[in-house]
């Protein structure tokens, strides 16, 4: 964050959509140290970095942004921030996430082919993706070592997340959940993953199976689940 704070500039719901959609296909906005301010655009509230700027989409208005990023020391990310705005809205603090975008116009993998059928047992990773997400659909592959789950989450976008058991990784398995959830979107929309940095595991299947990281997320659950 630059020493002067940040500059504040208004977007609107489908303007958020657009944005999500240039950085699928490479542009994106400004590294000016903007702080983008919008309403809220999905199931959850959500904080958002790119490359030298920031999008955050909540149900809180500008003067609140405003009085809580007053501290030039402080960005939208930052711990105290994020405790701030999930004490503002009553919920709690996600994930810190990278996210990564399997744009439309690449190449599919050639991760090996998986069978999956319909699934829908209460499993915690769905249960969780429709505290998130609308329109959650869920498929597990036919051996049950693998469970994939696509749902539209910020601003509409598809998102994806996947599971592997224990004893079936490190075969390649997560990277064709990953290539195969591209085959289930509708024609021509990209394909959004959020994964923690630190599993690595994951993040190395997103970057083998054509998905490419363009930020950092953190999302604050708006619906009970």
Known sequence: MSGSGPRFQTL???E?????ADAAHG?????????????PCGPAAA???FTGCFLVTAPVDLPWWQRVLADPEVDPLHPR?????AEHLGTTVGENDAVLVAPPALGMSVAPRVRLLPFDDGHPRVT?????RDDVQAWTTAEGDGL?????GLAGRWEMSMDVVPNSRTRGLGRALASAARSRVPRGEPLFAQVTPGNAASMRALLAAGYRPIGQEVLFPLRRG
């Open 128 to 132: 969780r993706s429709r505290r998130f």
């Open 27 to 39: 542009v994106y906005p400004a590294a000016d140290w903007s702080v983008w301010v919008a309403p």
């Open 16 to 20: 958020v959509t657009t944005l999500f």
């Open 148 to 152: 994939l789950v696509l749902g539209r």
């Open 12 to 14: 609107s719901a489908d």
């Open 81 to 85: 921030v994020l405790l701030s705005l």
């Open 47 to 49: 904080v958002v970095a």
